[in-house]
């Protein structure tokens, strides 16, 4: 095997293993009847549902519920930890993280992973095909994303660290990654009947679907940015003042700038509640090595935006 002519210089990912003739733009966008039919079963009842049961408790539930599974799931654990290995931890802390992370409703740990670096890859590539990039109409990413999957011709090669591809717990979550709102469906029903499942899961997996996809396409196209990635056919976009809602990860400029880095908002008025955490549970001793751009190693193809023509 041998990198591709097309691959930026930049990417490494060990992960994804590039052969001859990949390429991220000759492509087929295919219905994903699995995850087209997840979403839809979630929303209707979530909608439907929470517009006759809704009240003040309700909306608790749901902003409770969502708030720890977008802050410690999503963002600390899938994310930040998972994915990017942005910090060291306890294993049950990893474990509770991903676990939580699953409860967003996206996809298995293995299926996130794969999605994120498939993207990541293709958006440091030369050329990408729109659906990497968000670059079709608002509408029409909504369809590609929620309901379909993108099928490379001439994909790389996936390939999963031994550490997380021999772990029994991953596989269980992956194979029944759908089944786990099931535990937290009977504890919220127990605790207050029906209108806390309906709020609790379904429109909770409804709004975090629909807001990780939202913020994913506005990040991509319009914003804020300090940097520029040389020979990459996406460049990412800070949202301002949505750091509260997406737990930090709005600052996507700077997540393309320093992949790695455990802090998303770099500067002082970007708010990033997961960083917060992160330093509170540094205090605890249940995260440490926390990584900022300052420990990242250098890139020549980093610059900054206003010196980019």
């Given at each position: 095997m ?46 439907l ?20 599974t ?22 049950w ?12 409703g ?15 890859w ?64 009977l504890v ?19 709004a ?9 396409y ?13 020979g ?33 908002g770099?500067?002082?008025n ?27 190693p ?12």
């Open positions: 041998r990198h591709s002519d097309s691959i930026s210089p930049d990417y490494h990912n060990p992960r994804i293993v590039n052969i001859t003739g990949c390429n991220a733009y000759d492509a087929t966008i295919v219905w994903a009847p699995t995850k087209s039919l997840w979403f839809v079963s979630m929303a209707l009842v979530g909608i549902g929470g517009y006759y049961t809704a009240s003040i408790e309700t909306l608790v539930v749901f902003l409770v519920t969502t708030t720890i977008l802050c410690f799931g999503h963002s600390l654990g899938m994310h930040r930890r998972f994915i990017h290995h942005s910090y060291e931890c306890k294993k802390v990893e474990y509770l993280f991903v676990y939580l992370g699953v409860l967003v996206l996809a298995g740990p293995f299926g996130m992973m794969y999605t994120h670096d498939l993207r990541d293709a958006q440091r590539q030369k050329k990408s095909h729109a659906y990497f990039g968000h670059k079709s109409s608002l509408l029409s990413d909504f369809f590609w994303q929620i309901h379909c999957d993108i099928e490379l011709k001439h994909p790389p090669v996936f390939k999963l660290d031994a550490s997380i591809r021999n772990s029994k717990f991953y596989h269980y979550l992956e194979k029944y990654w759908m089944f786990q709102q099931a535990p937290i469906a919220l029903y127990l605790l207050g009947g029906i209108e806390w499942v309906i709020w609790g899961v379904c429109l909770r997996l409804t975090s679907i629909t807001g990780h996809w939202l913020i994913g506005f990040a991509h196209n319009k914003g804020q940015s300090d940097w520029h990635v040389k990459a056919s996406v460049q990412g976009f800070n949202i301002k003042f949505c750091g509260l809602i997406t737990m930090g990860e709005c600052w996507h400029n700077n997540h393309h700038a320093f992949p790695d880095s455990a802090l998303l770099i500067k002082s970007q708010v990033d509640p997961g960083w917060w955490v992160l330093q509170l549970m540094e205090k605890l001793d249940l995260v440490w090595e926390l990584k900022t751009p300052d420990d990242l250098a890139r020549a193809e980093l610059v900054p935006s206003d010196t980019h023509h």
